[in-house]
């Protein structure tokens, strides 16, 4: 079985940054950020595969945000610089044991979340 543990939300201004991690028990081959603001659907945000490093982003956030791996402390990281009041969210981390996809019904387990608050 697998135990996510996201840590490292908070409050932040607009045009500031917060770095989320996800601590990870178990193997699995990709991981992946989504987020899910109130009165909204779960959204993809952002993934890594846990062999080769690739990465996906959404649209919204390419070239604000940046995931990243640690494999030694099987950790995964989700930099978000120049935050916008739209990315408000809770961030919730991901994991599959299968190729890394934007589809959260594709992920075999979740962390509990983490609050992410941007000021305007």
């Known amino acids: 079985q697998v135990q996510l543990v996201e840590s490292g939300g908070g409050l932040v201004q607009a045009g500031g940054s917060l770095r989320v991690s996800c601590a990870a028990s178990?193997?699995?081959?990709?991981k992946a950020w989504f987020r899910q603001a109130p009165g909204k659907e779960r959204e993809f945000v952002a993934g890594?595969?846990?062999?080769?490093?690739?990465?996906d982003y959404a649209d919204s956030v390419k070239g604000r945000f940046t995931i990243s791996r640690d494999n030694a402390k099987n950790t995964v990281y989700l930099q978000m610089n120049n935050l916008k009041p739209e990315d408000a969210a809770v961030y919730y981390c991901a994991a599959a044991r299968a190729s890394m996809t934007r589809r959260a019904d594709a992920y075999d387990y979740w962390g509990q979340g983490t609050q992410v608050t941007v000021s305007s």
């Open positions: 890594i595969s846990w062999i080769a490093g690739a990465t």
């Open positions: 178990g193997r699995t081959f990709s």
